[in-house]
């Protein structure tokens, strides 16, 4: 399984993501300038130049015409895929930690930070509108920020995961939390759906990540490693989860990696045991992302590179006797 390495970021790779074809691998670091490239070879199409501080999330919306851009320099931007032009600017009291599409790709959500007296908030803008720069919705918490954030069903709720490892669904129309569980003991750091929204990973610090039913929130299946899990995905056409992270970046070395502790794991959905392990990259790994026609998946690391891996035969054949 010899891997694509994607290399254009300067710093480290904070986010990736594919877009519904799959044929495109949208990416964003520390540095300022987010990036789009072709999964299929590689090549860099261009980046979206105009952040001034670390971009700490993206998303592309349905039909791989707009992207969302949330970053440090406390601003939420708005880009045309094809141009690299930006579209619209929401600027922020604090930085911008996670933001999304709706699945009708009329709404986006971002969260700030708590930073300089402001506490932590989620805002709703409806983007048909976006010279009205008042929010549809905002959500102000009191207790612990969210670190992670996805859309709902039906665009009418979003789950967010909080610090201290709270995971809450919160109604877009009231702004009220309509569920909350507390299964992980510390950060969530990312929350990713399966294919059809019924069920979603999340990736904590407390070295677990978690499957859970999308709709009543039920804690389903564990997955347990040995250090922090910084991302977690669930494949599009197999019953697999792929988890990863690794120990803080300013704590690695040779020796991690030598342990695997640096390695991307696959985990059975169901059964809930490693079954594999991709080696490469030299520090952390702080995302991936399933291909959508699950033949493939990206990953970013915390040297600043992209990796992108294609399957063998051999491991469509695991567990399918």
């Known amino acids: 399984m010899k891997p694509l390495i994607l290399q254009g970021h300067t710093r480290a790779i904070t986010k990736v993501k594919f877009n519904r074809e799959g044929d495109l691998v949208f990416s964003c670091a520390k540095d300022t ?12 199409l261009g980046t979206y130049n105009g952040h001034n501080g670390a971009v700490w999330c993206l998303d592309v919306d349905w039909q791989t015409t707009k992207l969302l851009t949330g970053s440090g320099d406390n601003s939420t931007r708005l880009w045309d895929c094809e141009t690299g032009m930006q579209l619209f600017q929401w600027g922020t009291s604090t930085a911008v930690r996670t933001c999304g599409f709706s699945f009708s790709s009329d709404l986006v959500m971002f969260c700030t930070d708590r930073q300089m007296g402001h506490g932590p908030s989620l805002y709703i803008y409806d983007i048909r509108a976006a010279a009205n720069t008042s929010p549809l919705l905002r959500i102000q918490f009191e207790e612990s920020k969210v670190t992670a954030a996805v859309w709902g069903g039906l665009d009418e ?51 677990t990540a978690m499957l859970f039913d999308a709709d009543s929130l039920e804690h389903l299946k564990t997955y347990k490693v040995a250090r922090p899990v910084n991302t977690a995905a669930i494949s599009p056409v197999k019953d697999h989860v792929l988890l990863a992270g690794g120990p803080v970046a300013v704590d690695v070395a040779l020796t991690h990696a030598q342990r695997g502790e640096l390695d991307a794991r696959f985990f059975h959905l169901v059964f809930e045991e490693e079954f594999g392990r991709v080696k490469g990259h030299f520090g952390p790994i702080n995302s991936v992302a399933f291909h959508p026609n699950g033949q493939s998946y990206c990953s970013g690391g915390e040297g600043g590179f992209i990796r992108v891996h294609h399957f063998d035969p051999e491991y469509f054949q695991v567990y399918s006797e």
Request: aromatic letters at 4%; charged letters at 30%; a negative charge.
């Open 33 to 44: 300038k987010p990036c789009v490239w072709y999964s299929d070879n590689g090549e860099r």
């Open 157 to 207: 709720c979003i789950i967010t995961g909080h610090e201290n490892g709270e995971i809450c669904q919160l109604d877009i129309r009231s702004g009220e939390c309509i569920g909350k569980v507390k299964e992980h003991t510390d950060k969530i750091n990312d929350i990713q759906l399966n294919k059809d929204c019924t069920m979603y990973i999340s990736a904590s610090k407390d070295t």
